[in-house]
């Protein structure tokens, strides 16, 4: 074989096993980089991350029966003995789930409702988490289908979130900035018209007769909506879709903290480095938990926290560092503000009222 032959055989090897050349959407002209070729899913991936979809459509379309069904009295059952105080619980959980469900049953205009609220929730989660997929996909880092996590019926959203799992290293600045915000930015898209649509169709809400009432706080988007449409929300009954959307921008809000490996503390190591990442994510969660304790005093509500809880176990878990820390340049700058103004337009300091 001449040298000739050699180096064309070489050539072909190499483009076949290791990678070819593109351009970055954020690069300036004529800045190339490298993007690693990542086998997709197997059929086997694809049925266990459909599977879980599905379940969690099951869930959540529950919840928007809940949300958008009334409210229900159920006969609570009998408690004597050891046995029957062990049983009670889950016994008074099982007759309101089996309620719901034969209220939807005979009210197809609840089950369309419920539908309609899974379908918009998983259209921005899905949005989010393909986001973070897509860009992995770009950089040839190695990540999983979107994970979505069901949760018992009456149980929050109807699930517990969705994820993916990176299982090799992230290769630069620019990657660790890119996979991180494409998440939150593409969910923030798909949310727009579900809050418009939701905002709306909002009807007055009838008048309250005694009992706890959950007030949901709104964030500052839907107020710049509300204002724009001429939408009064003051006394406004929310609807699958409003819930959709407000469910989306507490998720994206929480997403976009600058704490551990969320999707904000991603951003803020990719642009400050380590140790302010370190120290600015610290200083978030010191926020945080006055905010849970004002909002406990203020408004009646202990949901935030659980947000303490969950930012408390990001700050011990390490970031790791990328394998290049190139500068980011001016237009991920760029991106980093329309960011910090997404979480601007979706964070609400005190989320519930209760009163």
């Not at 099982?94 to 899974?118: C, D, H, M, T």
């Not at 006394?235 to 921008?249: E, H, K, Q, T, V």
């Not at 938990?289 to 926290?305: N, Q, R, T």
């Amino acid at each position: 074989m001449t040298a000739i032959q050699t180096l064309a055989s070489n050539l072909e090897k190499a483009s076949m096993s290791e990678s070819v050349r593109a351009v970055s959407p954020f690069a300036p002209a004529g800045e190339v980089m490298v993007e690693r070729q990542v086998a997709g899913p197997t059929m086997r991936e694809w049925i266990k991350h459909s599977s879980l979809f599905l379940l969690t459509f099951i869930t959540t379309t529950f919840a928007g029966i809940v949300i958008a069904g009334p409210d229900i009295n159920v006969e609570e059952p009998t408690a004597s003995g050891v046995l029957g105080y062990l049983v009670y619980i889950p016994e008074y959980y099982r007759r309101i789930v089996a309620e719901y469900f034969w209220q939807a049953a005979v009210n197809p205009s609840l089950l369309k409702s419920g539908i309609a609220f899974s379908t918009a929730l998983l259209t921005i989660l899905t949005a989010h988490e393909m986001g973070h997929y897509l860009a992995c996909r770009y950089y040839g880092v190695r990540a999983t289908l979107p994970f979505f996590i069901p949760a018992p019926p009456l149980f929050l959203a109807g699930t517990f979130g969705a994820f993916i799992k990176m299982k090799s290293p992230i290769p630069s600045r620019r990657a660790l900035f890119d996979i991180g915000l494409a998440g939150p930015l593409a969910g923030f898209v798909a949310l727009l018209p579900v809050a418009l649509a939701g905002l709306l169709t909002l009807h007055e809400a009838p008048p309250l007769v005694g009992g706890q009432t959950i007030i949901f706080n709104d964030p500052l988007l839907f107020q710049i909506i509300a204002k724009l449409t001429g939408v009064d929300l003051v006394d406004a009954l929310p609807n699958p879709f409003y819930m959709a959307a407000w469910i989306g921008l507490l998720v994206t809000s929480l997403n976009l903290m600058p704490v551990g490996q969320l999707d904000g503390g991603h951003g803020t190591f990719a642009i400050f480095g380590q140790r302010a990442h370190k120290l600015i994510g610290r200083f978030a969660f010191i926020f945080m938990a006055v905010m849970s304790v004002l909002g406990f005093i203020w408004h009646g509500s202990p949901s935030g926290f659980l947000y303490t809880v969950l930012l408390g176990v990001m700050l011990r878990v390490r970031h790791p560092s990328p394998q290049e820390m190139e500068p980011l340049g001016a237009a991920r700058i760029a991106v980093a503000i329309i960011t910090l103004l997404v979480f601007a337009l979706s964070f609400v300091p005190f989320p519930i009222t209760l009163t």
